[in-house]
């Protein structure tokens, strides 16, 4: 009977699992002059988020943008550190020469992120995105995406940035009667198999 008991929860765990959430993607082109945190306006994505729901972003770790001459290159992650030309990236440089380096952060609109940074702003409130975020909305509004620095003017170049968010499914009449059979099914099973272990 135990048995019988974990296959129908297994078999409801699967059925629910297929009508539970909807994911939807987008891909958005963040300028680092025109979308600016000095002096640009965030890039309006147009995707509205309640506090609290989960979405993920991310942007290509090789996907450079720049603040301006060199060594000033670096991806969404900001400049952290040391980076060193390929030689086919987009800072035009031979492989090897320095194009990125630590430049620390910059504090503004209530957050502290390296300068270079992706940055995600919602209704006023400022958070740290880089290359890979998954969490929870801090606000709700629409999310805004920006290149985290104090001045614009000799910023250069963007990054290609996917934004990923989870909705819950509302089920169709064909699922709901599908899933209700299957319960009705395994329930008149159980009985059959009580009522023959009672006799």
């Known amino acids: 009977m135990k048995r019988s008991i974990i296959l129908s929860m297994a078999i409801l765990a699967?059925?629910?699992?297929?009508i539970a959430v909807n994911a939807h993607a987008t891909l958005f082109t963040v300028d680092a002059l025109t979308n600016s945190a000095g002096g640009g306006v965030g890039l309006n994505t147009g995707i509205t988020l309640s506090t609290g729901q989960v979405f993920t972003v991310s942007a290509g770790v090789n996907d450079l943008w720049s603040a301006g001459a060199l060594p000033r290159f670096s991806n969404a992650?900001?400049?952290v550190g040391p980076l060193f030309a390929t030689g086919s990236d987009e800072s035009g440089?031979?492989?090897g020469t320095q194009i990125g380096a630590n430049f620390g952060?910059?504090?503004?609109n209530g957050l502290s992120a390296p300068f270079g940074a992706l940055v995600g702003d919602i209704n006023g409130t400022f958070f740290m995105l880089g290359t890979s975020f998954s969490g929870p909305a801090p606000n709700s509004g629409t999310l805004l995406l920006f290149y985290?620095?104090?001045?614009?003017?000799?910023?250069?170049?963007?990054?290609l940035v996917n934004v990923s968010?989870?909705?819950?499914?509302?089920?169709?009449?064909g699922s709901l009667f599908l899933l209700g059979s299957?319960?009705?099914?395994?329930?008149?099973?159980?009985r059959k198999q009580y009522r023959s272990a009672a006799s």
Not at 105 to 108: E, P, W
Not at 165 to 173: F, G, K, L
Not at 182 to 190: E, M, Q
């Open 105 to 108: 952060t910059l504090t503004q």
């Open 93 to 95: 440089q031979l492989a």
């Open 182 to 190: 299957a319960l009705a099914g395994l329930l008149a099973g159980r």
């Open 14 to 18: 699967a059925l629910l699992s297929l």
């Open 77 to 79: 992650d900001g400049l």
């Open 165 to 173: 968010t989870a909705t819950a499914a509302v089920p169709e009449p």
């Open 148 to 159: 985290w620095d104090s001045n614009f003017a000799d910023n250069s170049g963007s990054v």
